[in-house]
């Protein structure tokens, strides 16, 4: 009984990490779009060529 508890235990940690890097993939890909379309926005603007639309 407490071996089935544990792969029960496992599976659902397993199916959690999963889920969660799931999202994080898909988190990831938004803020890379999100970054490209400010990279491209700022480039085509007037400014001189150091200009940098962040801040870091």
């Not at 235990?9 to 993939?25: D, E, H, M, R, T």
């Amino acid at each position: 009984m407490l071996a089935m508890l544990l792969v029960l235990l496992l599976i659902i940690i397993l199916f959690g990490a999963g889920f969660a890097v799931k999202v994080l993939w898909w988190i990831a890909l938004a803020v890379l779009i999100i970054w490209l379309i400010g990279f491209v926005a700022r480039g085509a603007g007037t400014g001189g060529s150091r200009s940098r639309w962040y801040r870091w």
